[in-house]
T-cell receptor, first 114, second 114 residues
Framework: SQTIHQWPATLVQPVGSPLSLECTVE??????LYWYRQAAGRGLQLLFY??????ISSEVPQNLSASRPQDRQFILSSKKLLLSDSGFYLC?????????????FGPGTRLTVT | AQTVTQSQPEMSVQEAETVTLSCTYD???????LFWYKQPPSRQMILVIR??????QNATENRFSVNFQKAAKSFSLKISDSQLGDAAMYFC???????????FGGGTRLMVKP
């Protein structure tokens, strides 16, 4: 069976510090991978998605970046965090097929920028 | 661009009763997919039910069913025999046929009263 992991689960970082959130998927190959952000009491906003190693598409301009160094690894980074980067970050994966393919979400990372 | 609207920020239901959560969407596509996700206090996103737009029959999963009105671009979720464990945020999501990205609504917080 497939599983998706995210770490850390919670993170408190000062403004201006760097960020690295990691997401890994097990039990599947060549997944599509996604990063979402959820502000408090709000819906999910797609930040990045990837259809393969080194292939990253950005949906929202910001000071965040994403990388996919391995097939089942997706990393969200920032060189300098802003207060507005606080939120709940969710990683998700889906099979790379046309047609009905739902996304499966990880447990998330709660980021607080102070 | 597609948009998804959930007009009910909060809903409450008595245990064992039935509740309907509303969702409308805007799209110019004829073929697409719709989903309802549940986010309990743990914040793990869990897929509840899905619907292919080309299917006229409404999807059903145990106590969960949808009322899909394609012409009206409406996709409501009905929860029958509500249980305390149904208390959560519920998100409606849209996915076009050409890609894998989900567009989420703002969510509805469901409270279940014992």
């Amino acid at each position: 069976s497939q599983t998706i992991h995210q770490w850390p689960a919670t993170l408190v970082q000062p403004v201006g510090s760097p960020l690295s959130l990691e997401c890994t998927v097990e039990g599947t190959s060549n997944p599509n991978l996604y990063w979402y952000r959820q502000a408090a009491g709000r819906g999910l906003q797609l930040l990045f998605y990837s259809v393969g190693i080194g292939q990253i598409s950005s949906e929202v301009p910001q000071n965040l970046s994403a990388s996919r160094p391995q097939d089942r690894q997706f990393i969200l980074s920032s060189k300098k965090l802003l207060l507005s980067d606080s939120g709940f970050y969710l990683c998700a994966w889906s099979v790379r097929l046309r047609g009905l393919s739902e996304q499966y979400f990880g447990p998330g990372t709660r980021l607080t920028v102070t | 661009a597609q948009t998804v609207t959930q007009s009910q920020p909060e809903m409450s239901v008595q245990e064992a009763e039935t509740v309907t959560l509303s969702c409308t969407y805007d799209t110019s596509e004829s073929d697409y997919y719709l989903f309802w996700y549940k986010q309990p206090p743990s914040r793990q996103m869990i897929l509840v039910i899905r619907q292919e737009a080309y299917k006229q029959q409404n999807a059903t999963e145990n106590r969960f069913s949808v009322n899909f009105q394609k012409a009206a671009k409406s996709f409501s979720l009905k929860i029958s025999d509500s249980q305390l464990g149904d208390a959560a945020m519920y998100f409606c999501a849209y996915r076009g046929n050409a890609g894998n990205m989900l567009t989420f609504g703002g969510g509805t917080r469901l409270m279940v009263k014992p």
